[in-house]
């Protein structure tokens, strides 16, 4: 399974951004429809942190408090793709986006539980 990342950018705090995540490949006959997508980010000199995460088929989505209510995960199965909107972007959410996929049913935020990752995006916010 390959990801890509991308959508990533320079832009105002304030401003919007919409990240999409393309899925391809298939390993032992599973299909997009059957990974769940997280988005985590890594600022400079930080640990990769969760942001946010759509589960499979049914769409439950999660994400961490501090994005909660600016921004929304989606996910088109028709393109095998996951977008990630982030609205009232702030300067504490510059860093480097990944997306990755996870076989887990639960929608999990460790990073550990995850078995395949997109190169990253850069999100640049300036104030």
């Known amino acids: 399974v390959q990801l890509q990342a991308s959508g990533g950018g320079s832009v105002q705090a304030g401003g919007s951004l919409r990240l999409s995540c393309q899925v391809s490949?298939?390993?032992?006959?599973?299909?997009?429809?059957?990974?769940?997508i997280g988005w985590f980010r890594q600022a400079p000199g930080k640990e990769r942190e969760f942001v946010a995460v759509i589960g499979w088929s049914d769409s439950r989505t999660y994400y961490r408090d501090s994005v909660k209510g600016r921004s929304t995960i989606s996910r088109d199965n028709a393109k095998n793709t996951v977008y990630l909107e982030m609205n009232r972007l702030e300067p504490e959410d510059t860093a480097v986006y990944y997306c990755?996929?996870?076989?887990?049913?639960?929608?999990?935020?460790?990073?550990?539980?995850?078995?395949?990752w997109g190169q990253g995006t850069q999100v640049t916010v300036s104030s």
């Open positions: 490949g298939r390993t032992s006959g599973r299909t997009f429809t059957t990974y769940g």
């Open positions: 990755a996929a996870t076989r887990s049913s639960s929608l999990t935020i460790r990073t550990s539980n995850y078995d395949y």
